[in-house]
């Protein structure tokens, strides 16, 4: 076990994901489901970043005054996450479009709403 | 937005510049932060400026639906055909070195080509995406 | 951070939401260049703090801006991600510390030789670049196809739109069979 002040950040993190958890899960409203979700990867954007991260490293363009830094930052978990964003948005624009549709076929967005009116249509 | 005067004057001023700081972050993207994807959605954010102060008829009446549709495709024509090209060239997929005579600058040019195609894919879908978000409030 | 993520729990107006949403993303922006990861960060300001504000709030203005109103707690969902995240916390106990150099993530061989020698073979500077567009191409080529295909999903779920909204808008609340399958 490492010192708990040395995996602090990973707590800091771990918190964030549970909220975003949370706000998918619990709420009812489809919007807000959305919000959780992009609160849930952008915790784990942070996580992955955080292990990326050199204690007095400096950012992975190569210059002649790296004398002054100790080493890089690792490149490779942020490439991950460079595409990982990207691809976060389009899945956030296809979900809202969803959304969208869902609002015109029902005429609401809240879960529970949705449901009553499957169960009036099957009675 | 007609009556908001310093909105519209200061957007025409504003617009230009975001553009070029896209092209910029494009095509420095090998010495700076920077790249496609970040390039890409910078350049349709300076659109997006102008569909919210301007209207989305105007805007449209500048870069079309149907065009930006064939210039998402192109984007990733570009890509995947900087490959097929060094294949032709007798190398493998998307290995750049058969690009140019000397290895390092075939390198340099590929990257250079294929984060032109990642930017104008980008670009051309994200503003898509938000014209047919800006369309249904027009509508309703 | 933390005081937009508890707020966006508990407000149920959307648009408060969709703002705190952006200044969370913006914060994030700021913890990635702390931790020196630049172009990431640059990303996350330009897309999750811009693109994805724009497009929330284009939808809450078609869809309306109230969500409905539930005092209580719901406890399901609230064990559900609290035994979630304890099991997480329990998994950190055994990760390395943060930022220390002797990792396994940095002693590992594919981070050195990219570190020495891209610059070498392609003569940019910024690692990022160079793994992202020549090391990983295969990777980013998949994901501009991606990005593609979402565009070309959102053109066919609101493109038809113009043609269906005025007989749809009538029968919402009677049974219309026809849509909802699909």
């Known amino acids: 076990m490492t010192d708990w002040h040395a ?24 919007v807000k489901k959305i919000i ?31 004398n002054e830094f100790s080493a890089y930052s690792n490149p490779l978990p942020h490439v991950l996450i460079l595409t990982a964003i990207v691809v976060g948005v389009s899945t956030t624009a296809l979900g809202l479009a969803l959304i969208v549709r869902i609002k015109q076929s029902y005429n609401t967005i809240e879960e529970t709403e949705i449901r009553q009116q499957e169960q009036t249509e099957k009675e | 937005m007609k009556h908001h005067i310093i909105l519209r004057i200061v957007s025409k001023i504003l617009i230009p510049i975001i553009m070029l700081f896209a092209l910029y972050v494009q095509f420095h993207g090998d010495f700076g932060p920077g790249g496609g994807f970040q390039a890409g959605v910078i350049f349709a954010s300076a659109l997006i400026l102008h569909v919210l102060v301007f209207g989305l008829e105007n805007t449209q009446k500048v870069i079309k639906s149907t065009t930006l549709q064939i210039f998402a495709a192109l984007g990733v024509l570009i890509f995947a055909g900087v490959g097929v090209v060094t294949m032709l060239l007798g190398g493998e997929f998307l290995n750049y070195n058969y690009l140019a005579k000397s290895a390092v600058s075939g390198q340099h040019l590929g990257i250079l ?21 800006a369309g249904l409030k027009a509508d309703d | ?35 020196d ?36 707690i719901k406890w399901a969902p609230l064990v559900l991600s609290l035994a979630v995240g304890g099991l997480l916390i329990y998994g950190t106990m055994d990760i390395p ?10 002693q590992y061989k ?11 073979e392609t003569g940019a500077p910024n690692i990022v670049t160079v793994i992202l567009a020549s090391k990983r191409g295969y990777d980013t080529l998949g994901e501009v196809v991606v990005v593609f295909c979402a565009g070309i999903g959102v053109l066919l779920l609101l493109g038809g739109f113009k043609r269906k909204s005025k007989n749809k808008l009538n029968t919402t609340n009677e049974t219309d069979n026809e849509e909802v399958p699909s």
């Not at chain 3, 510390?97 to 940095?106: E, F």
């Open chain 1, 7 to 30: 995996i602090i950040t990973y707590w800091a993190v771990i918190t964030l994901l549970v909220f975003g958890l949370y706000i998918v899960t619990a709420s009812s409203n489809l």
């Open chain 1, 36 to 66: 959780g979700l992009n609160i849930f990867q952008a915790a784990v954007f942070v996580m992955y970043i955080s292990m990326a991260k050199i204690l007095n490293g400096t950012a992975p363009i190569i210059t002649d005054k790296i």
């Open chain 3, 37 to 72: 990861a630049v172009d990431v960060a640059f990303t996350e300001a330009a897309v999750g703090a811009g693109i994805s504000t724009i497009l929330v709030l284009a939808t809450i203005l078609y869809t309306g801006q109230e969500c409905q109103r539930h005092i209580k």
């Open chain 3, 1 to 35: 951070m933390f005081i937009c993520v508890i707020g966006i729990s508990l407000l149920r107006n959307l648009f408060a939401g969709a703002i705190l949403l952006s200044v969370y993303s913006l914060l994030a922006a700021c913890l990635f260049i702390i931790m």
């Open chain 3, 110 to 120: 594919v981070t050195k030789n990219y570190l020495e020698k891209s610059q070498k």
């Open chain 2, 113 to 133: 080509i294929i984060e032109l195609g990642v930017g104008i894919t980008v670009a051309s879908v994200i503003l898509l995406i938000f014209y047919h978000f």
């Open chain 3, 97 to 106: 510390a943060y930022g220390k150099k002797d990792n396994p993530i940095h």
